[in-house]
């Protein structure tokens, strides 16, 4: 299985809302990932989870707020968004720099499109 | 900071023509990938160049890495339509950590 699975594929939510994004691996990946991407624009990102301990946060503002519950498991909890929080939100997994090679390749989800109304 | 840039940023060209994207970087790093994105879609991995000089190669597509310049190129041979994408190079910092900074990305065309 070589997959990384995003749900839910798209989401509308107010800015009172409090909903969340899911993020599944099984591969065994020691790494994930969540990075926000607006329309064409590069993907920007937000926070890293190494060993299920938060490694990176990108000064991300407090309404995201990351969760890893075990390492197949990435969350992104949404709470009071913005309307220029709306965008595509990609999840990634990576074995990280263990590998005799050395790179770091992420593996991608097929995202989460977010609106902000 | 590490600052990663593409040119050109949007490319329109013709079915059967070559042509060169290139990915500089501001800072030295030793690693650095080209993905894939198709419109409305995910991010596929296309390349990993791992030293100075490395050179990869799939099909229509070539990567090669100098790290002594900073720099990438992706080339594209005989283009084909299958190949209209966003192509992103994307750089590790270098600090052992997991922190991937993307390039500005390259929006190809392929005109029939």
């Known amino acids: 299985d070589t997959e990384v699975t995003q749900t839910p594929k798209h989401l509308v939510m107010g800015m009172t809302n409090k909903k969340s994004l899911k993020c599944e691996q099984h591969?065994?990946?020691?790494?994930m990932y969540w990075y926000k991407q607006k329309a064409k624009k590069p993907p920007e990102l937000m926070f890293v989870?190494?060993?299920?301990?938060?490694?990176i946060n990108e000064s991300v503002p407090s309404r995201f707020s990351p969760e890893c519950p075990n390492s197949s498991l990435l969350n992104l909890h949404l709470h009071a968004l913005q309307p220029e929080d709306s965008a595509l939100y990609l999840c990634?997994?990576?074995?990280?720099?263990?590998?005799?090679?050395?790179?770091?390749?992420?593996?991608f989800g097929a995202g989460s499109r977010l609106t902000v109304l | 900071e590490l600052k990663v840039e593409q040119n050109p940023l949007f490319l329109s060209m013709q079915e059967g023509k070559n042509y060169t994207i290139y990915c500089n970087y501001s800072?030295?790093?030793?690693?650095l990938y080209w993905y894939r994105q198709d419109p409305g879609k995910s991010l596929e991995s296309l390349f990993v160049?791992?030293?100075?000089?490395a050179v990869k190669q799939e099909g229509r597509l070539m990567a090669s890495l100098d790290t002594k310049a900073r720099l990438s190129t992706l080339h594209i041979t005989a283009a084909v339509h299958d190949l209209s994408a966003t192509y992103f190079c994307?750089?590790?910092?270098?600090?052992?950590?997991?922190?991937?900074?993307f390039g500005t990305g390259t929006r190809l065309t392929i005109i029939p």
């Open positions: 989870y190494s060993y299920e301990k938060l490694s």
């Open positions: 990634a997994s990576s074995q990280g720099f263990q590998g005799a090679s050395g790179a770091n390749v992420l593996t």
């Open positions: 800072t030295t790093s030793d690693r």
């Open positions: 994307a750089v590790d910092n270098n600090f052992g950590n997991e922190k991937l900074t």
């Open positions: 160049l791992l030293s100075n000089g």
């Open positions: 591969m065994g990946h020691r790494a």
